[in-house]
């Protein structure tokens, strides 16, 4: 008991973070495309507790509305579209896979090497500016708002045009002739 | 035993090249264009926990509101990479990415 109180974040990033790759797992592996969303389901939803885990309540949930709400929907209802309830694919890799595996394990080592100086040279953390409106303490929430509509008000309204312009092209792309 | 329980940036970084490196593999080795979508999603998604593990050790949120353009962005690319599939499946009827060779010649 001691020990789980002492060590819980410990417990939790490490369940849940087996759970992700577990499911990221699932994704590659299995053939059947319907079973990989769910794969990529349970992995998108351990991911939103790793977010938790760090203080980042409001992406928690916005992962889990528009990662488990949103886009799962829309793979779902392609895969159902599309999928006919058969499997046309006879090979689930392609030809050279392990020369592309061995590509990605050499990229592997280069992000290693670029990025673990950065991660071990951990500055030490100050949890209150998450929370910081004018030197104010609020919710996680407030205090990303406060950011996103001063700071970052261009970039946001951009972003509301991207979204715009991504529909239309959906419409588009997925109109009959 | 005590850094490797004491959870820091180092265990993000590390969970996060897991998964990216995973995303990749899926795409470059699957055929089916609906699993190479979904392992894009991944890549995004594991490019966000960096983001927010970065933004935690530094005391700093923006990096938090990159990862909600991240989202956004992620959601765009679902959209339109999944109306192209339904597109080449109206054409080819069939998902798979090797029958789209039409410029190989």
Redesign the interface.
């Known amino acids: 008991m001691e020990f789980l109180t002492a060590?819980g974040?410990?417990i939790f990033?490490f369940l849940f973070?087996a759970v992700?790759?577990a499911g990221?797992?699932g994704?590659?592996t299995l053939r059947n495309?319907m079973y990989?969303?769910v794969a990529?389901l349970v992995?998108?939803l351990s991911?939103a507790v790793?977010?938790l885990?760090?203080?980042?309540e409001?992406?928690a949930v916005?992962?889990v509305f528009?990662?488990g709400g949103?886009?799962m929907v829309?793979?779902l209802f392609?895969?159902m579209?599309?999928?006919q309830h058969q499997l046309?694919?006879t090979?689930?890799?392609?030809d050279n896979?392990w020369v592309?595996?061995g590509?990605?394990?050499i990229?592997?080592v280069v992000?290693?090497q670029a990025?673990?100086p950065?991660?071990?040279s951990?500055?030490a953390?100050?949890?209150?500016?998450?929370t910081d409106v004018d030197g104010e303490a609020r919710g996680n929430s407030e205090?990303?708002a406060w950011?996103?509509y001063r700071q970052?008000l261009m970039?946001f309204e951009i972003?509301s045009v991207?979204?715009l312009?991504?529909?239309v092209?959906?419409?588009?792309?997925?109109r009959?002739e | 035993m005590g850094a490797l329980l004491e959870i820091g940036t180092m265990h993000y970084v590390a969970l996060s090249l897991v998964l990216f490196l995973i995303g990749v593999v899926g795409i470059t080795t699957r055929r089916n264009m609906i699993t190479v979508l979904m392992s894009i999603e991944l890549v995004l998604n594991s490019v966000n926990l960096n983001l927010i593990a970065f933004s935690f050790s530094h005391g700093d949120l923006t990096g938090q509101i990159f990862a909600i353009f991240t989202i956004t962005v992620a959601a765009g690319e679902a959209a339109v990479g999944l109306g192209i599939l339904v597109a080449f499946f109206r054409l080819r009827q069939t998902t798979e990415l090797d029958k789209a060779a039409e410029l190989s010649g």
């Open positions: 060590h974040q410990a990033f973070a992700a790759v990221a797992l994704v590659v495309p990989g969303a990529l992995s998108f991911i790793l977010f885990l760090r203080n980042a409001f992406l916005v992962q528009v990662y949103g886009i829309l793979f392609v895969i579209l599309v999928n046309m694919e090979k689930k890799y392609v896979r592309a595996i590509v990605c394990l990229l592997g992000l290693i990025f673990m950065a991660a071990l951990d500055p953390s100050t949890p209150a500016a998450f205090a990303i950011l996103l970052y970039p972003a991207f979204l312009v991504a529909m092209g959906a419409v588009v792309l997925g009959r």
